[in-house]
């Protein structure tokens, strides 16, 4: 079969490797039917810094039908589609017995811990796939991971009235815009991309604001600003932020950074700014499965474009020089048939 694997820094390849076999007992075996590139694929590509295989099937953004169980597999039938949960827990440390497993002591990924969806089959533990509706899009599909990663970002901030920025319109952040408009009143967003921030606010209704204080003085009019989330992980857009967020404010922390960030902590103490992490997602991804049915509009809407496995290596360059107007590209292992 064909796969995209990861041999280290900068080193993707598209290649034939053998079928999976018949699955292990607990384990499940998919056909892949979409998946999503994440922006953490993409720091894993250039930094090298989850690589704990070589080489390894990437793709933690996977929608797949189920093609064969292992033994003791009774969640799951032949048949079934699922999305995939992407978080590999060990179930035996003190956070995972909390129920918090996204913070276990010994987390890893799919793509990582085990090869992943950027393949045409997969196999995975029974214990991480869920059951999608049969008629859902694929496409749809695979965006139930990531809409659980936003979520939990939207449900770390703290409820409060009053309007919410949300700091770069990539996947996280722009499926956060999505989810903040059905409750919050502005939702505002900040993007250097123009064409990407064009596409979130035309699809969310958000309203687009530059990081200065008399732009969103004048979208708030004059309203505290309270509440943030910061999706891009820039240190200098996080600075910036922080100069615009009001005292009292929280921002909830959902980007990849690449560099240290170097502030005055007196300037949190004074102003009583709350920064929280906002690590994968806790347990949000039944929820997102839920809501995909009603959010396939605007879901497919914000799709950048649509791939094949031979294209992910080009797809990684382009999205890595920031060149889309749309929050994701997808996979799509069997391209659709056109009606004549």
Known sequence: MKAARLYGPGDLRVEEIAAPGAPDAGWVKLRVDAAGICGSDLHNFRTGQWISRSP???????????????????????????????????????????????????LGFVGEICDGGFAEQAVLPARLLHVIDAALDERVAAMAEPLAVALHAVRRLPKMAGAVLVVGCGP???????????????????????????????????????????????????????????????????????GVLDPGGTVAMVGIFHDRLDIDPNSLVEREIGLLGCHAFADELPEAVR????????????????????????????????????LKTIIRMRQPVEQS
């Open 56 to 106: 390894s099937t990437a793709g933690h953004e996977l929608t797949g039908t189920v093609t064969a169980i292992g033994a003791g597999v009774d969640t799951v039938a032949i048949g079934d589609r699922v999305v995939a949960d992407s978080r590999f827990w060990c179930g035996d440390c003190a956070q995972c017995h909390a129920g918090r497993r996204h913070l276990c002591a010994s």
């Open 172 to 242: 996280i952040g722009g499926l956060a815009a999505l989810l903040l408009s059905r409750t919050f009143a502005p939702v505002l967003v900040a993007d250097r991309n123009q064409a990407r921030s064009a596409r979130v606010a035309r699809v969310t209704g958000a309203t687009i604001v530059d990081l200065n204080r008399d732009a969103i003085a004048a979208a708030t009019a004059n309203a505290p600003l309270l509440a943030s989330i910061e999706a891009t992980g820039s240190v200098a857009a996080l600075n910036q932020l922080l």
């Open 291 to 326: 809501m995909l049915g009603e959010l396939s509009g605007p879901l497919l809407a914000l799709i950048d474009q649509e791939i094949s496995l031979d294209d992910i290596p080009t797809a990684y360059e382009r999205l890595l020089a920031g060149r889309s107007d749309g």
